[in-house]
């Protein structure tokens, strides 16, 4: 990938890109330290830490027309998560940020013929209205829960409330009648799907919304056209989901196209555990999404009880566990000895609502022993919930160690870096298994919005192919690291003792060791250098079909480094998300990176 220059997206030129240029080490720590030079030239970040300027555009019109003045506003898919970060923000913000604390809620205008095709889609916002003051706590729910709207989503509603066909639910007839239209809606909608969008300006403030005369008036039909006939048939979106939803249930394993009928499917699953169907996958917004809603699943199922953090954890993970009910017991390091330590405490009557771990783990790729979970949890009765994002179902069998298995789709399952997905699978053997889907026919709400799913299974179908490539490619680099003086360290499954034995439980015929790797080099001054060399795209996320570099410590633990280091995390770590490029342009691409380290001390000592 060329040279991508300082906030530009990742890829360049993407409107949803869910990375972000930061080429230099110096440009991560300015961007820690929230530095103009940085931040002003953002165009966009990784989706639960950078507010889309979509979804900006967006909150400020709806703050401006239904807040009070002052008010901000915060953008959820409907009113049930609006309320949760409502009570999040009652619970943790002081009483003098909860002045004047609200909400909206806005959908289709059922009353006006020009909404009618749209009602499959269920377009819908609720914004969460507070003072200033509050912005911080509304930020940490959006964040911690990934309960927010997706950039695509207020592309599409913003163009709606200009037409003034997304309204307050609540200025709407009672008993308004709504019209059901076949799915296939419109011949203008039944075109084929585009590609990615390249960036454009932020949608302009709404203005007075124009009058309609009915479903084909001028505005109402070129934004409809424009904005949505382009991307999307409405008759795929349901079918691009379950597609998703096989995939990842591993009975749909063939590249298909979702407008062929009937989708094919193969029983049994390819997953290892009998009984598991696309009815067990509940797809989310994004893989955070899925664990915060996993672990609301257990808490309803099972009632309130600490879980327990297994492993270094992916930031907002362990910040899940504490914040959202009675909190959790922190093991950082994922060792038998921490298991030992475990198992001692649950001898001792302690008991908890589950376990969650990664597999392997975010950044040091180590493998917990999942055996030795699942006969503890077992005999001393808690669910185990598995991340495995980083090792993928193309690779490892978890689920038949799992209650819950959870994954971020964003990331290789993708694999194109402009959308976001999240899943979480029960095992249908599982001993929570009825209690679970008990609880979530009460309380799962499918807010994946429509374009982004239909992103994902088409991104998707060529999963399986493009894992070989990257499994391969990413063992080339390891050996280039290991080989090299320079580098003192190799997180890798498979070079890693006890990692490897616990990985190779788990992996399936013919699957490899992923496509993520991190290196620690001996001096933090060749770190710096070798990143601000290597020429790959640099910025924050991972899984993508091109190779990206990231200084990961300082962008998610700059201001806890020593903690980080204490459980066994170099703070100067590199971690490589290994991508589809042709493996000798990629090897040579890290020797020049490593000859560069080289130049440099050679010309410091000199």
């Known amino acids: ?129 507070f003072v200033p003051e509050a912005f911080s706590y509304a930020k940490q729910y959006w964040q911690h829960s990934g309960d927010g709207i997706s950039s695509r989503r207020a592309e599409f509603c913003h163009g709606l409330l200009g037409q003034g066909l997304l309204v307050p639910q609540e200025s709407l007839p009672k008993a308004a009648p709504i019209k059901q239209l076949p799915c296939k809606g419109p011949r203008r909608y039944q075109k084929p799907m585009s590609i990615d969008e390249t960036a454009t300006a932020a949608p302009r403030k709404t203005s007075p919304p124009p009058a309609t005369t009915g479903p084909d008036s001028d505005e109402s039909s070129r934004f409809v056209e424009e904005r949505f006939g382009r991307n999307l048939d409405i008759s795929l ?163 038949q160690y799992a209650d819950v298995v959870v994954s971020s789709l964003t990331k290789i399952f993708s694999g194109d870096c402009n959308v976001m997905g999240g899943s979480a699978m029960l095992n249908p053997r599982g001993k929570y298994y009825t209690a679970l889907k008990e609880a979530a026919t009460r309380d799962y709400e499918d ?47 498979k070079h890693h003792p006890e990692s490897k034995a616990n990985y190779d439980v788990c992996k399936v015929p013919g699957g490899g060791y992923g496509g993520l790797l991190s290196a620690v080099f001996n001096r933090k001054t060749d770190a710096m250098v070798f990143y601000d060399n290597i020429a790959t795209a640099k910025g924050p996320s991972l899984g993508t079909n091109f190779t990206i570099t990231s200084p990961y410590v300082v962008l998610a633990h700059y201001a806890e480094m020593d903690w980080a280091a204490s459980l066994g995390v170099d703070p100067d770590l590199l971690r490589i998300s290994v991508g589809l490029e042709e493996t000798d342009e990629l090897v040579a691409v890290f020797k020049a990176a490593l000859q560069a380290v080289e130049d440099e001390s050679t010309d410091a000592a000199a």
């Open 1 to 129: 990938m060329p040279h991508i220059k300082l906030g530009e997206s990742i890829p360049p030129d993407t409107a949803h890109a869910v990375s972000v240029s930061l080429p230099t080490w110096k440009s991560n720590v300015a961007y820690e330290e929230g530095e103009q030079w940085v931040v002003g030239s953002m165009t966009t970040g990784y989706p639960r830490f950078f507010i889309h300027r979509s979804i900006v555009a967006l909150a400020e019109v709806i703050a401006q027309t239904f807040g009070q003045p002052g008010h901000q506003a915060m953008l959820f898919p409907n009113r049930t998560t609006a309320q949760r970060c409502i009570g999040f923000i009652k619970a943790k913000a002081p009483i003098s940020a909860q002045g004047r604390l609200d909400s909206v809620h806005l959908v289709l205008d059922s009353t006006s013929p020009a909404a009618a095709p749209l009602q499959p889609l269920h377009p819908t916002v609720s914004a969460v209205l």
């Open 237 to 399: 979106v349901e079918r691009a989901k379950t597609a998703i939803r096989r995939r990842i249930a591993g009975t749909l394993t063939s590249d298909v196209d979702v407008r062929k009928e009937p989708l094919p499917q193969a029983e049994p699953s390819n997953r290892g555990v009998h009984g598991l169907t696309e009815h067990d996958i509940y797809l989310y917004p994004m893989g955070m999404n899925a664990i915060f809603n996993t672990h609301r699943l257990l808490l309803s199922a099972r009632g309130s009880l600490k879980s327990i953090e297994f492993g270094f954890p992916y930031v907002d993970t362990l910040k899940i566990l504490e914040k959202f009910g009675p909190g959790c017991v922190f093991y950082g390091r994922a060792s038998e000895a921490d298991l030992d330590d475990l198992e001692r405490r649950l001898k001792a009557g302690e008991r908890f609502l589950g376990l969650f771990c990664e597999f392997p783990s975010n950044p040091v790729l180590s493998c917990p022993n999942l055996k030795r979970i699942r006969s503890l949890a077992d005999q001393y009765d808690f669910a185990v919930v598995v991340d495995e994002t980083i090792g993928t179902f193309a690779n490892i069998n978890v689920l």
């Open 447 to 493: 807010t994946y919005w429509a374009e982004d799913a239909i992103f994902l299974e088409r991104n998707s179908r060529d999963f399986a192919t493009r894992i070989e490539r990257v499994n391969a490619n990413a063992e080339a680099i390891c050996d280039v690291l290991l080989a090299s003086p320079l580098v003192k360290r190799v997180h890798y499954p």
